[in-house]
């Protein structure tokens, strides 16, 4: 009688030649050579991944390869009950939340709700996200992984998946268009601004090779001028992520009209400090650009915390009060460029060394400077005064010759006012009148504007002393005086007044050293002329 072959017992131990070639198979599969990509992400990398942990709230990198790294590993291990089609950084983002302590949460001034289901479930998303990372890394950590230890860590490692899997497709379902609409309306403010940002500048580049109207201009500069005016409004009140806020004081409007000033280039003390504050813009306009190319995806919904864009602001806001207070109107801008030709002066003269040198230069700041901007001014007085004069002289005489022959006066070319939009009544069939009063102070307004082309400022100096008839009459005087003088006296005044810079202080020299000193640097001239032609 024979005896019948009995079946393997099932639960048994496997095969060991089974699990070896299961072994080696799993370390040439594709399946790890993602959890390798994912390993290196999370330990060597640069990446968010690598300080991803339960009390994040939030993610700006790009995702894109680690999430499909990791649905990748879900269908290669054929992760039952899955439904995604892979996994969107959209939805991901939502689970890197901030897990509130009540059902509110304040952004920025603003006040948000999340429901407690909200709450738990974005922190449940994140947790089995973490909790997949903390398996590979015990497998793939030193010699963890053997022929007996594969199997069991593959299983633990697809119930992980089975998890991650079950709350994203709950998550984009429920969660995710609560968190993201608070994401959206938080962010706004840096939406708007980089849409305005992008839309300003791409007006200015195609308004190089074409013309288009005014009013556009206006209408996107004043957008811009909104939005990252409610931008700097936040900063003031929330620190970055470097703990700065901003502290200086900021007018967007006038930032742009500063940088729209025509000539500066040319003007060597204004385009010291214009180029810092055109500089600074551009930079700021670059990193809204990119911001703009990477879209919401990419930017905190803390305004504060999109830190490359803060900073940019930072720095256009400083530059900006460096160049409001010595350039910011038309009078500080004639006033700098008045004392810059003083300055300019000195340095280019015999008294060079002794003006950039500590001790000698305080005779030089204190009075050599100070005297020779009163005598210039004094001089630039009485040369607007004359011109004023010899006009006068010739337009009464024009009047006279005109008078003689019977024609009448000439008209004089027309002012033009600037004046408010006059707003209609109710019906909009008539306009308003505008106050006399506004009408007359658009008309001197008009007439200084007007003489400040034909002649320039004549106060220069006008608020650095006390604007009384006192005052300006001793300037006048001083004018008069100098206008009796001959050229070549004025020069030796102009001397006079430099050579205090040697006889006065530290440094003082006798005048023979001083006569030597001049010739040295008469010489010096005549030598970088010549190698320069």
Known sequence: RK???????????????????????????????????????????????????????????????????????????????????????????????????DDFIKIDGVTYEVVNSVNQDHFDCKEKFLNIFFHIEQGMDDDYLQVDTLAGWKKDLINKLKDFEKKYVKHAKSTNPILSKIHLDSMQPVVDLYNACVNLDNFHKLSKTRSFPEFRKKALTEKFVQHLTIVCEIL???????????????????????????????????????????????????????????????????????????????????????????????????????????????????????????????????????????FFTMLHVRDIDDKKRSDDLKKKKKAEERAALGLSEEEEEELKLDLPTQPTTKKGKKKVEVDPE?????????????????????????????????????????????????DQVLEDIEDFLMLKGFKQGPGMLNIEAIHKRIQNDVQQKRERLAMEQ
Not at 462 to 483: S, T
């Open 236 to 374: 003031k009140c929330y620190p970055n992520p470097e703990g700065k806020m901003l502290d200086q004081e900021y007018s967007i409007a006038h930032i742009l009209e500063l940088l729209e000033l025509e000539g500066w280039e040319e003007v060597p003390p204004l385009r010291f400090y214009f180029e810092p504050l055109q500089k600074a813009y551009r930079e700021l306009v670059k990193v809204l650009r990119d911001m703009h190319k990477a879209g919401p995806l990419h930017c905190s919904y803390y305004v504060e915390r999109n830190l490359a864009m803060t900073k940019k602001i930072y720095e256009l806001v400083r530059q900006y009060n460096i160049v409001g207070i010595l350039a910011g109107d038309e009078l500080k801008r004639d006033q700098f460029k008045f004392i810059y030709k003083i300055h300019d002066m000195v340095y280019s003269c015999a008294l060079k060394d002794y003006y950039l040198t500590s001790a000698p230069n305080s005779v030089v700041r204190e009075t050599v400077i100070p005297e020779l901007t009163v």
């Open 3 to 101: 005896s019948k072959k009995m079946p393997p017992r099932r639960g048994g131990a496997a095969d060991p030649e089974k699990k070896k070639r299961d072994f080696e198979e799993f370390y040439g599969s594709e399946e790890y050579k993602h959890l390798q990509f994912l390993f290196k992400m999370r330990k060597q990398s640069e990446h968010e991944l690598k300080d991803l942990h339960n009390g994040s709230d939030d993610i700006l990198g790009e995702w894109t390869d680690i999430l499909a790294a990791v649905f990748k590993l879900v269908e290669g291990f054929k992760v039952p009950g899955r439904k995604s089609k892979s996994y969107d950084q959209n939805i991901f983002r939502t689970m890197v939340f901030k897990r509130v302590q």
């Open 438 to 486: 506004i009408i007359e102070q658009a008309r001197i307004a008009a007439l200084f504007k007007r003489e400040l082309a034909r002649y320039g400022r004549t106060w220069v100096w006008e608020g650095y002393y006390k604007d009384d008839d006192d005052r300006k009459n001793a300037w006048l005087a001083g004018a008069a005086a100098l206008r009796k003088i001959n």
